[in-house]
């Protein structure tokens, strides 16, 4: 067990001019409490609740800032300071094995006469780490344990303590999977590099000093501004710095005039922003010394730089390479190498600052449109071939973040990302592996990236690297996304994902399996090879013993893409039928019942007595009663039509739906649900199963309207219902001579819809009534409806044809008349451009 000291509380005394009521000055004491870890001059501090309180004073000069004079606390000034420590609440940390304690912290310092002179009071907290808890501790001992170490917590909430502790014990700990996954989301600060590693330790009083050497020769100014940076690292220093104008507007100035004369002169002022930049009220000052845009200059001029020198370094390669012999050049192109690698040393030191400053400036999202607009995206994608671990990483965060952004992701297909990304995977470093494969989740919610993945032979790799826990899940999560294009997912059968997938299905200790694994398996099982795969040995009977124990939805809607594929892996259901067919009731869960009802629907099964089923399960009244409109969610019924349409494929099952009743409960919901051209569709290929059979057949024609709804669905925009419609009207038309006429003769209406309207409502202009003479023509056919004379098209088709050809022919040749003179040619294109206008 061990306790943090940063929650305890410092007492800090500020010594303040004031006016005494007799008009003389004096001095006044100031009283602030400050929780900090440090304890230097000029501080109360408090060893522990109940301990004394020790004054410690330091002769120490201020600032030049500074307008109030400190010094050490007086006799006439205080006799006595007061301090008071109360009690608060008990919690348990979040992430934590450890307690936190609440308690609040009153300091009164007292007159000469004992009368207050000043007081402050201050809620604080202290956290108990509990390292050595685990499933075997004594949770009494150790709750007593902490009672009596920790004074903050009085001995009457012992009880209390002991039940907190037994929860820490006994809680899930999500965040030990998690902690390797998401600990490299931030990356690391910059570590101490060459130009801010000097003997010299800076003191805040000796800042007019250090703006001094700013003003001077390159060499101080680096001296100057390694121990301003000095400062600027210790978080307590940022606001008595930020109240130096002075030292923060030479920094800028010298930043912006001599950047390119010094890497470490730039590094160490860049390095300084960045620690104002660490924290979210200090990004103004950024903002107005305009530090980013210079950054941004600063990145690109880097690495067009560093371009520079690969060239360079290149072609004194290829010329020791064409004369090996050479020592000269052999010398030359060692010595240049090694020039090299120091200057890239150098300059990374400076991209990794340059970079983190401007991650974290873009938390604000104008601010991030402000950079994209100055092409960092394209910056940050030429990084990635660099070899330092640490800039990768920062550089991959940063894509990370900017990747949730189209316009950004849109960039990064440009400078082809995922050619990049994929040397990083797999990686020795283990943050540079995570963070990479999670900038790989958001790319591949682009359909095209997803494309690329799988080209550049990213699939195999992240299928290894699922045997690995800390990368598992982002891993899973991206081959999720590949697995959802059908063009991919028989790849995945020619890798060892399969088995480690069901491996994992099947350890599963929990009743509900991760959404993430049982979705990649959903996808999976949509192809056939892997479901071979999937079923290999006892994998369906165990995905069914654990489908039905459970009553597990998914994995239930895993096992209906299995079943929907053809033999062989159709017949391996049939011993489950019945598991299946018991599941189908109102005490189950509905999601439930929709997955066992799809996938006994998939069962198309030609030697499957579908009518013992039926009977023995009672499923009739069932199915019948989930056909009302409004009985059941949508999602229900449909796989209830789905189901009916399965088993009317045998005769004896058909004609049982027939005697009781589902027909017209068919009809019924086919007029409420006549929007979902599902529903539509489904029904109607009800009615197509149920014509084969006789006995079905003849109470779909005589006593239902079915056949009448199908004629109105037979021109439906749907593509799909129409060919149901065909099809099922084609087989009533053979066994029913009245429908059959009824049925030709819509067919015909529709075929010739446009030239009947154009022959029944032509009307002809009064300037055409007298084109041939003065006598009116007589219309070529006569009042009345043409479908009303069935010797046209029942006695001789052939003669029918002929003679609306030759209607065809004279009213196209009557409009041309009007607008083409009248030649050979014209009246030999006429009957063939008419003949091919009659269906």
Known sequence: MCRSRSSEPNLVLHRQRQISPAG????????????????????????????????????????????????????????????KVKGGNIDVHPSEKALIVHYEVEATILGEMGDPMLGERKECQKIIRLKSLNANTDVASLARKVVEECKLIH???????????????????????????????????????????????????????????????????????????????????????????TALGALARVLREDWKQSVELATNIIYIFFCFSSFSQFHGLITHYKIGALCMNIIDHELKRHELWQEELTKKKKAVDEDPENQTLKKD??????????????????????????????????????????????????????????????VVSFLKKLSIFMENKNDMVEMDIVEKLVKMVPCEHEDLLNITLRLLLNLSFDTGLRNKMVQVGLLPKLTALLANESYRQVAMCVLYHISMDDRFKSMFAYTDCIPQLMKMLFECPDERIDLELISFCINLAANKRNVQLICEGNGLKLLMKRALKFKDPLLMKMIRNISQHDE?????????????????????????????????????????????????????????????????????????????GTVSMDDSCAAMLAKSGIIPALIELLNAQQEDDEFVCQIIYVFYQMVFHQATRDVIIKETQ?????????????????????????????????????????????????????????????????????????????????????????????????LVSQLVFLAVLRLRMDTVPMNLSTMAMVPDRAALCVR
């Not at 101490?192 to 250090?210: H, K, Q, S, T």
């Open 706 to 802: 079915a056949p009448a709804y199908l004629i109105d669905l037979m021109h439906d925009k749907n593509a799909e219902i129409r060919k149901v419609c065909d099809n099922t009207l084609d087989i009533i038309a053979e066994y029913d001579e009245e429908w059959a006429k009824k049925i030709q003769s819509e067919k015909f209406r529709w075929h010739n819809s446009q030239w009947l309207e154009m022959v029944e409502s032509r009307q002809m202009d009064e300037s055409e009534q007298y084109l041939y003479g003065d006598d009116c023509i007589e219309p070529y056919i006569h009042e009345g409806d043409i479908l009303e004379r069935p010797d046209l098209y029942y006695n001789s088709a052939l003669e029918w044809m002929d």
């Open 155 to 245: 001995p009457s909430k012992l009880a209390e303590v002991e039940q907190l502790l037994y929860y820490l014990q006994n809680r899930r700990d999500a965040s030990s999977g998690k902690e390797k996954k998401e600990k490299s989301n931030k990356p690391k600060d910059p570590p101490p590099f060459e130009g801010m590693e000097i003997d010299e330790v800076a003191n805040i009083n000796d800042m007019d000093e250090y703006i001094e050497l700013l003003y001077e020769d390159i060499p101080d100014k680096v001296r100057g501004s390694a121990l301003i940076l000095q400062l600027a690292r210790n978080p307590d220093n940022l606001e008595e710095l930020l109240l130096n104008e």
């Open 24 to 83: 003389t000055t004096r001095p006044a004491v100031s009283l602030r409490l400050r929780a900090s870890e440090s304890c230097t001059g000029r501080v109360l501090c408090a060893g522990g609740a109940g301990a004394a309180l020790t004054l410690v004073t330091a002769a120490a000069a201020e600032p030049p800032s500074a307008r109030h004079p400190r010094g050490t606390m007086q006799g006439e000034d205080a006799r006595y300071l007061k301090r």
């Open 333 to 394: 192109y060692e010595k240049t190498y090694k020039k090299y690698q120091g200057l890239v040393v150098k300059q990374e030191q400076l991209l990794r600052v340059a970079l983190y400053l401007l991650l974290n400036l873009a938390e604000d999202t104008r601010t991030e449109l402000k950079m994209r607009n100055k092409n960092i995206v394209h910056m940050l994608v030429k990084a990635l071939d660099r070899e330092n671990f640490e800039l990768l990483i920062l």
């Open 568 to 644: 062989p892996t159709k017949n391996l259901f049939i011993d489950y039928v019945g598991d299946l067919a018991a599941q189908i009731s109102n005490d189950e869960e509905e999601e439930f019942v929709i997955e066992c009802l799809g996938t006994l629907a998939n069962l198309t099964l030609p030697d499957l007595d579908w009518e013992l089923v039926l009977k023995e399960y009672k499923l009739v009244p069932y199915l019948k009663d989930k056909l009302k409109p409004g009985s059941a969610e949508d999602d229900l019924v449909l796989e209830v039509v789905i189901m009916i």
